[in-house]
């Protein structure tokens, strides 16, 4: 870009700080400019410079200083509470109860100077007939006649700002420990230098005239457009990126997915994060030796460390039964015997599938659609990939014509409507439904499993007289979200980072 086409893209502030550059010989801070009236503030003149410096016509150099300034200038007048209690105990002869200081040192002013007296080394504290006796060292009472180095800065900051290559750094850090004692202040100071493009553009002359931003019915009525100057525009200038406010990723996914089911007719449900294990899998008919009960993969409660089923005594007995031998089910069960100590355990629920199960078992009746979305708990090591705590989406579905060409129905329309069209699915075992089924997506260019589904057996739902076949599927929430903002890191979700939210897109 030659000379002309840099000027003809500078705004009328950028003009003017070029201008006045170099009439103040090529370099400015930018207080100078505001002192003289040219620019109303310093953000003005820094907002011309900034852009100037994208175009390399001006060098901004910066320096940064800290100085320290009193937060409180009564401290320098009423002095540090320690002070007013070495002197305290100084006029009761050196040694005073703990009980006559506080009076002395009321407010709570009194524990305060305690504390830092006796880190300090200022006093011993010694109990005497259930009474704490505090009595000066060597070195409170040279402290009793002489200034502390905390004092001695106070002081020097009582009569103006002190930088921070004139003081002690342990000093500082002391009073920075402290309430409202000292401010840690930053001080920044530009300096803006004509570059020798930026005096190449200014040798090929500048005009500052009246500038037109915005184009008005009485620019154009008038005629004045004719000989008004028009403010042009560099398309491929740097800008800076501005983000609307948005929602939190999961959030949105969540209500995106709340707004889906029940648009199809489903009802909201959740339970309590602390199930016993019998609600949990052994209603799931979960064999009571399955890996998924192992201290390894669940968390067990200490606190309670197990739940009284005798409410449940039907179905406790019915769920035995089944487990031991298939009770009335027609199943053989899983043999062996069934503990109910294991049952009654306290546990963290390990999936959403023991709220669908306890809302079958109070409404057992056809037809019925409901989902849930909330945690879950898992003994998993943190990873890339992995959280001891994540969330699941769960559904079922008891209708009269219920089928597996349903369920699988109810999977694809759910993906296509979170824009994954390619769903392909696979047959699975999970002790709880048979047939079962994996769901896998296309995503990025190979087949990525997502969640499972299947039909509930006979021997969760014959307890509770269920007649129609129950259709079920549990899908990864976090997983959904990373698919859909290509993170590839599942505790991205999790970490407060501005920018993930800022920079996802809002569809």
Do not use: C
Request: hydrophobic share 40%; glycine share 6%.
């Amino acid at each position: 870009m030659n000379s002309s086409e840099v000027i003809d893209s500078l705004s009328h502030n950028e003009k003017k700080l070029l201008l006045t550059l170099k009439q103040m010989n090529g370099i400015v801070t930018p207080t100078d400019i505001t002192k003289n009236g040219i620019f109303s503030s310093e953000t003005e003149v820094m907002g011309a410079a900034s852009w100037l410096n994208i175009k390399k016509l001006v060098d901004i150099d910066e320096n940064q200083s800290i100085f320290y300034t009193l937060a409180d200038r009564s401290v320098a007048k009423n002095g540090l509470p320690e002070r007013r209690a070495i002197e305290a105990i100084g006029m009761a002869g050196g040694t005073m109860n703990i009980i006559d200081l506080s009076a002395a040192l009321p407010n709570g002013e009194d524990q305060i100077a305690v504390g830092f007296l006796k880190k300090k080394g200022f006093i011993n504290i010694e109990k005497k007939d259930s009474k704490k006796i505090l009595t000066l060292t060597d070195a409170g009472y040279k402290a009793l006649h002489e200034k502390t180095r905390d004092e001695i800065f106070i002081d020097k900051l009582s009569l103006h700002p002190v930088p921070a290559t004139d003081v002690d750094k342990s000093v500082v850090l002391s009073l920075k420990n402290r309430h409202k004692i000292i401010r840690e202040n930053v001080k920044i100071e530009r300096i803006i230098k004509l570059t020798s493009k930026g005096r190449e553009v200014l040798g090929s002359g500048i005009e500052l005239g009246e500038e037109v931003v915005q184009i008005t019915d009485n620019i154009i009525q008038s005629g004045k457009w004719r000989n008004t100057e028009f403010k042009k525009y560099d398309v491929h200038t740097f800008a800076p990126s501005f983000y609307p406010s948005k929602k939190h990723l999961l959030s949105r996914l969540g209500a995106e997915i709340r707004e889906l089911y029940t648009s199809m007719g489903f009802t909201e449900i959740d339970g309590e994060f602390v199930e016993p294990a019998f609600w949990d899998l052994d209603v799931l008919y979960v064999p009571q030796d399955h890996p998924a009960r192992e201290l390894q993969d669940t968390f067990y409660l200490s606190n309670p460390k197990k739940f009284d089923l005798s409410d449940y005594e039907k179905l406790v007995d019915t769920v035995k039964n089944i487990h031991e031998n298939g009770g009335e089910t027609g199943s053989t069960g899983w043999g062996g015997k069934w503990s109910r100590e294991m049952a009654e355990q306290a546990m963290l629920r390990t999936h959403t599938t023991v709220n669908t199960i306890s809302y079958i078992s109070r409404h057992p009746e056809a037809p019925a659609k409901v989902f849930s979305l909330s945690r879950i708990f898992r003994r998993e090591s943190i990873d890339a990939t992995h959280l001891p705590e994540f969330t699941q989406i769960e559904g079922i579905v008891i209708d009269e014509n219920s089928n597996f060409d349903m369920l699988v129905s109810l999977v694809k329309e759910f993906y296509a409507k979170m824009g994954f069209d390619k769903v392909r699915i696979r047959p699975a075992y999970f002790p709880y439904t048979e047939p079962s089924l994996e769901l896998e997506i296309f995503f990025n260019g190979k087949w990525m499993e997502l969640g499972g589904a299947g039909i509930f057996r006979p021997e969760v739902v014959s307890p509770f007289g269920v007649k129609y076949p129950v259709l079920a599927w549990g899908f990864g929430f976090e997983r959904l979200a990373m698919l859909r903002w290509g993170i590839t890191d599942i505790r991205d979700l999790y970490i407060s980072d501005i920018d993930v939210i800022r920079k996802s897109p809002t569809l």
